[in-house]
DNA sequence: TTGCTAAAACTAATGATATTAGTTAATATG
DNA sequence: CATATTAACTAATATCATTAGTTTTAGCAA
């Protein structure tokens, strides 16, 4: 134990997550958080490394809760239940938590390998789920970032109001991940 | 005429894209773009509306170059080939100049009606683009959406360092396409 | 219990930024 | 050539991140 708890790591990550969600990831200062922490900014120096650190810090916790949504989407299915359902939960956790997904998605600093191993996880995550189509090495690959920028692409332009047209995002959402799946049916014929 | 001409607007949005292309849309300050214009940041507000008005003018800036850039990637293409086309210019110009692609991407604020409208006018190409396939109304805005998604995961998704393993960006590119044309073929069918 | 130590909080100070108010300078037009 | 308009400027304020140095607190050992 240390001489003096303080503030409680996870605590931290909270609070920062849900100033992220309520008003962006911009919007994540040392002195917002402070302030909701009911303590002074310098303060937060001993447990994270400046903003850049506190920034790297929620990528990191927004990238592990990311990859326990979509475990537990994949959880007991399998073939085209399982991707469905993959896609389905990477857009309900960036709507559910706009700020936290933004965070999980900013450039990764290159030396930090434990953040990058949760990324790994996810796009192996991916394979599995797609090796019901028994694609070739490379196939899958490129296949894993096809999704990754549908999922992406849809959550991202969603959250900007970029969808603006009066039309169902459900659907747009069902009818896409159908593109995708009767696009992999027909790669895998040839 | 002004009774004192000042800065041209051209040259403050060409200069603050060349901001964002170095620095990413958050480097894009009144500070450092006074100092890029030899000018002190408080003369700046006799051209913009602060710097959420630089902001949003650097997006609808960037929405137009977009727009130049996909018609005259669908100029005198049709069906398939303008498809593609069009995906590789968007992908392209997101690469070649990522901030202003970054700003083009941001939200628009809802009273910016003449902006809205560059984003329509993109709309309306993907549609025209799309129209070689013959959908339903509803499932070629669908089609769109699913198309932006791709364009824009992808874009963002490469900028941002996520495709990290080494396999070619433009075979996944050329894949992804293929996959979203597959699919829409597969669609027109049932 | 009491004192020590380690860690976490604090205050104070600095530098960068956006922004506003008020002033000066330049130029097109009569 | 005088004037009015507009764009530039300086000065000042508020917010933020950051660093340095100090104080406080809580676990632990004597």
């Given amino acids: 134990m240390s001489p003096r708890p303080g503030i409680d790591r996870h605590q931290l990550l909270q609070a920062a997550a849900e100033l992220a969600d309520q008003g962006g990831f911009h919007s994540v200062t ?3 958080l402070a302030g909701r922490l009911g303590v002074r900014s310098p303060s937060l120096y001993n447990h994270v490394d400046g903003l850049p650190g506190l920034h790297a810090a929620l990528t ?3 990238l592990q809760i990311l990859h326990e949504r979509l475990l537990k989407a994949v959880a007991g299915r399998s073939g085209e239940e399982a991707l469905r359902h993959v896609c389905i ?3 309900e ?3 559910t938590h706009p700020g936290l997904y933004e965070a999980a998605l900013q450039p990764i600093q290159p030396d930090h390998a434990d953040t990058k191993q949760i990324g790994d996880d996810i796009v192996g995550l ?3 789920v797609l090796a019901h189509y028994g694609l070739e090495e490379a196939e899958a690959l490129h296949s894993v970032r096809t999704l990754r920028s549908l999922c992406h692409g849809f959550s991202s332009l969603e959250r900007g109001g970029q969808f603006a ?3 169902s995002l459900d659907e747009s959402l069902a009818y896409m991940i159908q ?3 009767q ?3 027909a790669q895998r014929r040839d």
Same sequence: chains 1, 2.
């Fill in 30 to 32: 040392l002195a917002a």
């Fill in 60 to 62: 990191q916790y927004g």
């Fill in 89 to 91: 939960a990477y857009v």
């Fill in 93 to 95: 956790f960036a709507r």
């Fill in 126 to 128: 991916l394979l599995q």
């Fill in 165 to 167: 047209m009066d039309l």
């Fill in 179 to 181: 593109i995708f799946i």
């Fill in 183 to 185: 696009g992999l049916n």
